[in-house]
């Protein structure tokens, strides 16, 4: 969302950033915007950052969990609307537009509440609410995105299994909107519209999606698909990572689980296992990702000689280095799409949420392995690793894909600004709305 405001910004709109800080990620300097001008509400009684200490990212994704985060969410915008009051300046602002993360639908109301009528939003996903759209979810070959391990090829039984998550898709979709709903009712008076109503009125949806990296799907009209929007040009390493990746006789190999999967949350048995496993491919140097106090994964470290630790990787620069070889990821998209656009393939981990969805993705695109946590261990990463490192066809995909993604007739910068002028100039536009929502 920085990168988007950032992007407005320098297109001359007048941009206002508004940032709740329930977690030390939006406690940042910035957050992600140099040059919007960002409000923030501080001290928020939620603090996502303890609730998530007791999520275990290498256990079971169950449904129950899945339920806990979007309460949890609710809980953060009750938070905020005790508060709302120190938003009321923002009515006197005149906004000609909102953009609004999809995530949750605290920031929908928000709009409400303000007076912005003109809405696009962001969407990390498209199948999240597709169906608040009106989009066609074929479940015979389109994967729900949440904790779901399907690919588009499934055969009768992955099927019944993409139903089944579709069925509780469904449910916790209309649950959580359900409780939004009441909790703006509750703040703003019984006549405060629907979620539901104010989701299907959005004139924009911007994907942060690669049509060349998902399976394609049915979309709508006000479907618009802006995915690795902000990958700038790769600069030249500097120390010490120029000289880390000239280790490796045939090689570098880089391991990151992201800003939400803290390396201290692996057990130290499981961490053994993976070093010792990265031990083995001696013609390769490995470089990886751990927290600031993962003092176990630097002694771990320290025993060999192809392993490096850092609490910082300037990853798209080394993801744009020649003797980048392999990517351990966890299947964030954005780290995904990063990988696809410099030819990169991947191993992908996923632990939670969209990551299943996303890693099948790769996998179905033919450059990245999947890598499932309930068997991480020593010989099942041997055998990941010598599977992709074996078999040129990895590389050989990603290659395809970085060339179709940077040949694309219009980039992902050209594409949001243009349609973001449109809409701001035109305003509603009913006409790309579904009859089914009218």
């Known amino acids: 969302m920085g990168k988007l405001a950032d992007y407005l910004v320098t297109d001359e709109h007048d941009v206002t950033f508004f940032i709740p800080e329930y977690s030390k990620f939006s406690s940042s300097r910035t957050n992600g915007t140099k040059l919007a001008k960002i409000i923030r509400m501080k001290d928020l009684t939620i603090n996502f950052d303890d609730m998530m200490k007791g999520f275990d990212l290498f256990g079971p994704n169950t449904f129950s969990g899945r339920l806990g985060i979007e309460d949890m969410f609710v809980e953060i915008c009750d938070s905020v609307l005790e508060r709302r009051h120190e938003l009321d300046s923002l009515k006197n602002y005149n906004f000609d537009l909102v953009l609004t993360n999809s995530v949750e639908y605290c920031g929908i109301g928000l709009a409400k509440y303000i007076g912005i009528k003109n809405q696009i939003m962001y969407f990390y996903i498209l199948c999240h609410i597709d169906k608040k759209l009106g989009v066609t979810q074929p479940i015979s070959y389109v994967p729900v995105v949440l904790d ?19 069925l509780q898709t469904v449910f916790a979709l209309y649950r959580h909107e359900w409780k939004m709903t009441q909790l703006f009712k509750k703040h703003l008076g019984s006549n405060f519209p629907s979620i539901s109503s104010l989701l299907s009125d959005t004139n924009l949806c911007f994907i942060n999606g690669n049509e060349f990296l998902d399976a394609a799907r049915p979309i709508l009209h006000k479907t618009v698909y802006i995915g690795g929007l902000g990958l700038e040009d790769p600069k030249p390493l500097q120390e010490p990572y120029k000289s880390l990746m000239e280790k490796g006789q045939k090689g570098v190999i880089m391991l990151s689980l992201g800003t939400i999967a803290p390396t201290t949350f692996i057990k130290q048995s499981l961490k053994e296992e993976i070093f010792e496993a990265f031990s083995e491919f001696s013609d390769y140097h490995f470089i990886m990702k751990i ?3 993962d003092e176990i994964s630097r002694g771990l470290a320290a025993k060999f000689e192809n392993i490096d630790v850092s609490d910082w990787l300037p990853q798209k620069d080394i993801l744009a280095h020649t003797r980048l070889k392999l990517f351990i990821v966890h299947g964030g998209y954005n780290s995904l799409i990063e990988s696809a656009t410099r030819g990169v393939p991947v191993i992908v981990l996923p632990l939670f949420a969209d990551q299943f969805r996303n890693a099948k993705n790769a996998e179905y695109r033919g450059f990245g392995y999947y890598l499932d946590k309930f068997s991480l261990g020593k010989e099942s990463m041997k055998k990941a690793l010598d599977t992709v490192l074996s078999n040129p066809s990895y590389k050989n995909s990603a290659i395809r894909l970085s060339h179709l993604i940077k040949d694309k007739p219009f980039t992902s910068e050209e594409t949001f600004l243009r349609w973001t002028r449109f809409v701001a100039e035109h305003g509603i536009l009913p006409e790309l709305h579904v009859e089914a929502l009218i």
């Open 148 to 166: 779901n391990k399907n690919s588009p090829k499934m055969n009768f039984l992955d099927r019944i299994n993409n139903f089944y998550a579709y």
């Open 291 to 293: 927290d600031k106090n």
